[in-house]
């Protein structure tokens, strides 16, 4: 990949939300209409999700401009798309100012904090917009001269807590919800600051690996927050204004503060907000403690922590299932303990976080995942996995359908389905797998998770109302609304039923922030009188998903006693200064508490009235044309030196329209002598199965350096060459399959440099005949990884390609094949810095033919950075394509341990690393002229590296290897024993 294709694809990525998924479905019908402002792009079937998403998109844009000052020049593009069964969004300033937005709208947990879920998710992608545009003074004039260049854009380096903490600022800010006015990144805060010394400047930045995993968010959010309140809403426009005309903003995230902090720096000002946030959870903890119910007593269970989630008990009591990432270690998966050892067990991998069900018998749990079909979108479906076997059974295809419980019969699942933007409840049979509708699709309605009363003749469920509130309302087995439980703007957790409850009573758990933390709220319900609702318990963080332990089930050893009457046992999950954990509480029914009134969660927005809505153009939309947004809008210098021939010079650009079908790049440089380098490349992305990509190419190189009598000879080499093809791509969740097939065609151009007399006593000059053909490959992969995972692990990665070409004129030809494939293996680990994995590759390759070049083998096979020179095949402790033939094979293990977890940075300095792992390598590689004479291996070394993955400059994460490879076999120069230094950035394999 060129360098500036490379540059582009790492800023794109962080300006996503999700990278993966930035242009939605490439392959999809579209059409587009326009406002003012913007121009809207939509799947087809979402015309009324777009036009309320444009109006409100209007709306934010005026009250943006009055806020944030520098306002986006031209229109910006919105694409709405129906991505799936997921609720996200991205929005990007390259090659044009571009947001997408998920036509998806779930209920469940605390993932939005809005009346609608539109304006909350439009506005925050439009503030990435305003901010990441902006240049002044010489950004401007570089972006005057560049045109939308990558390095055009300063606010790309202010870092991820200030790109997404200002967008949740202004989401907050300028809606009447927003995630600042939620409590869970309060939560996330006050967790830290009452169990450490809270969160310094650099832990603000985006680590999967550190908790909260969206950190950048709160963190950055709530600083934002703070600067507004201290020192007026006008600070952070205008400590943005400064950085977007500043060349230190690359250095320095403090630069651009001055004055507007009373003369402290950004770390200064950071630090005395800690302090004071310390002071107000402290006084929060001490209020809670004093208050009634008073602070619960909790013990942990299965010593779980990090993204744990939706506990729950199983039937007899005795044992608890729950989603967790072996503190992230592993991508999520469904865990069984038994109580009260709770010793978990992983029984299978779950992707997505969702509720879910015990079967009524205890042996199997029902469970929902995400599942990718037709290769772009994540559609949920249903699946039992057996508690004994571990063994999974899709219930439902392409269904959509998420958070079952099963009836108590066992007979009938309760789930909820969507529908693009919209979702219902439904009924599926267990054994047919037939779907009814419980409820109806509504685009003012959303529904969330649903259980069973104990008896299976009702349901409670949550369920929002768009403009409305997020509440808990009881449903007849049916469906008919019996009654609304709750009626606020708090958000309330799955609701649980407690089954020891007296005959002619019912009672419901449930968690909610109406007091601005999360708690435990009781419901009991008798006969046809209203709900009475209580407060039961709380800690001083946050209280999630619970369950309740049946009363007759609660171990009555010494080692855990069981509730006396009236007290009823609980699971949950509570938040903590490094994740959620497992824990277990016990509320006394003569300690409830009238539940106190909600507290104004939203608030109007300040600085006046809404700036009038736009209506979207009443007129048909039209069909979708990527013409214009093909054009390309900026371009970025080339600079390469070819080894003799000296240095080139040239430009680079490239393009993409919005939804992704169409994308291109091209560069060209000129050298001495007016030679030209250069490159274009095009992919069309109209199939869901299929991939066209076409590209041409011309270069120089240094073939051969000649030393005589008569001085230096130097035989340059010019290769053109030319390929179109197809790529068949096949991908799940866990596997990715791609076949390709592409015919190809090569000229090369031999010219002679060097000594005069060197050229005239060489051989004269033979230029081949052209070479046409083509190839196929295949590869295929399932490993996975956790987000603290050092390397990938559990699974395998396999390649195989052939090509063949032949001279138009002539008998020169060349065929070249390749297989090769790795397996990664983790092992149990003792720190939670990652898990030890046991690597292995294994690789053979031959080039046949009058034509064919040499496979080289070597140093080390990705960048080096203290030694010039690549190769073909890795072997670290001999230099750089130390051996060079028709064949080579190669055989290679690593063991990967994790050394630490460090996740710090130096202050406001763009410099943070994540962790550290080593390696003990043995490499070893056989050499031929053909593959059916090679034999014992003609390299092998060993020897150890540090590994240290890095984030420089808040955009290049990289992975920098150090080590000594040391030669266990002498060849030529090389001694066994002569150890061999080297720093190089990438992975092994």
């Not at 044309?625 to 650009?653: H, K, N, Q, Y």
């Not at 064949?887 to 202050?907: D, F, K």
């Amino acid at each position: 990949m060129p360098r500036t294709a490379i540059l582009s694809w790492l800023v794109f990525s962080l300006l996503a939300s999700d990278a993966g998924a930035q242009f939605g479905v490439p392959f999809a019908r579209y059409r587009t209409f326009e406002t003012p402002h913007f121009i809207l792009t939509f799947e087809a079937g979402l015309e009324d999700y777009a036009r309320r998403a444009a109006e409100r998109a209007e709306v934010a844009h005026g009250l943006l401009a009055r806020a944030y000052g520098s306002t986006p020049r031209g229109k910006i593009r919105l694409v709405i798309v129906d991505q799936g069964d997921v609720f996200n969004g991205a929005a990007t300033p390259l090659p044009t100012n571009r947001i997408v937005a998920f036509a998806h709208t779930p209920v469940e947990g605390d993932l939005f904090y809005t009346d609608d879920p539109i304006e909350l998710l439009v506005t925050h992608e439009l503030a990435h917009v305003f901010h990441l545009d902006e240049a002044r003074g010489g950004w401007r004039v570089l972006r005057g001269v560049f045109g939308r260049g990558e390095l055009t854009f300063p606010h790309v380096f202010d870092g991820s807590y200030l790109i997404e903490g200002l967008a949740t600022f202004y989401e907050s800010r300028l809606t009447d919800g927003g995630r600042v006015r939620g409590t869970r990144f309060s939560e996330s805060l006050r967790a830290r600051l009452l169990e450490t010394r809270g969160p310094k400047l650099d832990e603000a930045e985006s680590d999967p690996g550190a908790w909260p995993i969206d950190r950048h968010y709160a963190f950055g959010s709530l600083f934002l927050e703070h600067l507004a309140g201290r020192y007026g809403v006008d600070t952070t426009p205008t400590w943005m204004a400064r950085r977007a005309g500043s060349f230190r903003s690359i250095f320095s995230r403090g630069a651009g503060v001055g004055d507007l902090f009373g003369g402290r720096s950004l770390t200064q000002e950071w630090d005395d907000w800690i302090a004071a946030q310390r002071g107000e959870a402290v006084r929060l903890r001490d209020r809670l403690r004093a208050t009634a119910p008073g602070l619960a007593v909790t013990t942990r269970l299965c010593h779980v922590a990090h993204s744990t989630s939706f506990p729950r008990i199983s039937p007899d009591g005795s044992a608890v299932a729950f989603l967790a990432t072996d503190e992230g270690r592993a991508p999520p998966g469904l865990y069984v303990a038994d109580l009260p050892a709770c010793e978990p067990r992983r029984i299978a991998r779950a992707d997505g976080s969702q509720a879910f069900a015990w079967a009524p018998d205890g042996r199997s749990i029902v469970f929902s995942q995400l599942t990718l079909v037709d290769n772009a979108r994540l559609y949920s479906d249903l699946f039992r996995v057996e508690i004994a076997s571990g063994g999974v059974t899709r219930l439902t295809r392409a269904a959509r359908l998420a958070s079952p419980d099963v009836h108590p019969s066992g007979r009938t699942i309760v789930a909820v389905q969507y529908d693009r933007d919209r979702s219902r409840l439904v009924t599926v049979a267990a054994g047919s797998g037939t779907i009814a509708p419980l409820t109806e699709f509504s685009a003012e309605t959303a529904w969330g998770p649903a259980r069973w009363s104990p008896d299976g003749t009702r349901l409670a469920a949550t369920r929002f109302t768009r403009g409305g509130s997020f509440d808990l309302v009881l449903l007849s087995a049916d469906g008919r609304l019996l009654s609304e439980l709750t009626d606020d703007r708090a958000l309330e957790g799955v609701p649980e039923w407690d089954a020891s409850v007296p005959a002619g009573k019912s009672r419901l758990f449930f968690t909610s922030d109406r007091t601005g933390v999360r708690e435990l709220y009781g419901l009991e319900l008798e006969g046809d009188g209203p709900p009475r609702l209580y407060l039961t318990a709380r800690v001083p963080t946050g209280l999630h998903e619970v369950t309740v332990v049946p009363e007759r089930q609660v171990p009555s050893d010494a080692s855990a006693p069981g509730p006396p009457s009236g007290r009823t046992t609980i699971v949950a999950t509570v938040s903590h200064a490094d994740g959620r954990h497992l824990e277990r509480l016990e509320i006394d029914r003569a300690a409830w508490v009238a539940a106190p009134a909600p507290i104004a969660e939203y608030a109007q927005r300040p600085g006046g009235s809404d700036p009038s809505p736009v209506s979207p153009d009443p007129a048909a939309p039209r069909g979708y044309s990527p013409a214009r947004d093909l054009l390309p809008t900026g371009w970025s210098p080339v600079l390469e030196t070819v080894e003799e021939l000296g240095g080139f010079a040239g430009i680079a650009m490239d393009g993409v329209d919005v939804i992704g079908r169409h994308g291109w790049q091209g560069s060209v440089a000129y050298g001495p002598d007016g030679r030209a380098i250069g490159s274009a490349s095009y992919v069309y992305r109209r199939f869901s199965r299929a991939h066209l990509f076409g590209e041409v190419a011309s270069t120089w190189r240094l073939e051969q350096r000649v030393e005589s009598g008569d001085g230096e000879l130097l035989r340059l080499e010019r290769k053109r060459s030319a390929a179109v093809g197809v790529v068949f791509p096949w991908q799940t969740v866990r596997r990715r399959t791609l076949l390709s097939a592409n015919l190809e065609i090569e000229e090369r151009h031999h010219e002679n440099r060097g000594d005069a007399a060197a050229r005239a006593a060489g051989d004269p000059i033979r230029q081949e005949p052209v070479l046409a053909g083509g190839g196929l490959g295949l590869g295929f992969g399932n490993a996975q990884a956790g987000v603290r995972s050092i390397s990938v692990q559990d699974g395998v990665r396999m390649s195989a390609s052939a090509d063949y070409l032949t001279a138009t004129a002539g008998d020169r030809w060349r065929s070249g094949w390749e297989l090769a494939s790795s397996a990664y293996r983790s092992l149990p680990s003792w720190t939670t810095a990652g898990r030890p994995v046991l690597a292995a590759t294994a690789r053979i390759a031959e080039q046949r033919g009058p034509a064919a070049g040499r496979l080289t083998a070597g140093g080390v096979g990705t960048t080096a950075i203290l030694e010039e020179g690549g190769t073909n095949f890795e072997a670290r402790g001999y230099p750089p394509g130390f051996v060079a033939a028709g064949a080579l094979w190669s055989a290679r293990t690593e063991m990967r341990l994790p050394i630490a977890r460090v996740s710090r940075g130096l202050g406001a300095w763009p410099l943070y690393l994540r962790g550290l792992s080593g390696s003990w390598f043995v490499d070893s590689v056989g050499a031929a002229s053909r593959v059916d004479r090679l034999g014992a291996p003609q390299l092998l070394s060993t020897g150890g590296e540090l590994s240290s993955d890095i984030a420089l400059l808040s955009l290049l994460p990289i992975r920098v290897r150090t080590g000594i490879g040391v030669p266990l076999k002498s060849l030529g120069p090389v001694s066994r024993g002569e150890a061999r230094f080297y720093v190089t950035a990438g992975t092994s394999f």
